[in-house]
């Protein structure tokens, strides 16, 4: 084992769907041996990272319309009057959607 040029082992465990995975995508690329196809996908295999920080922004403030909306529905189901800040409040956040979008659609190559 000293001869060896990669004398260091690397292990990990998968489950079966994963393996099948594994599996079909060396079938891709008519591949039998799964340490040289790993070995090939860790090193040269692409990261991709996705900042979807201003998406989760966008549904959070989504959600609170939609408690909004349903406190409001509530209120006037139940004969109450709405109110002017509530409404203000629904448009405030609804800008800040339409800021969020008009961010996420520039930013995009």
């Known amino acids: 084992m000293g001869d ?4 260091i082992q690397v292990k990990f465990y998968v489950t079966a769907e994963e393996k099948e995975l594994i599996v079909q ?3 891709q690329l008519q591949t ?3 340490g040289a196809y790993l070995r090939k ?3 040269d295999g692409y990261i991709i990272y996705v900042d979807t920080s201003d998406i989760k922004e966008m ?3 989504l959600s609170a319309i939609g408690r909004n909306i349903n406190r409001i529905a509530k209120r006037v ?3 109450s009057p709405t109110y002017q800040a509530d409404m203000e409040e629904i448009q ?4 800040q959607i339409w800021q969020l ?3 996420i659609l520039l930013s995009q190559p």
């Open 4 to 7: 060896r040029k990669r004398n």
């Open 25 to 27: 995508k060396m079938t």
């Open 32 to 34: 039998k041996r799964i």
């Open 41 to 43: 996908m860790a090193i």
């Open 59 to 61: 549904n959070k403030l």
């Open 77 to 79: 189901n139940a004969g």
């Open 92 to 95: 405030e956040r609804l800008n």
């Open 101 to 103: 979008q008009r961010r």
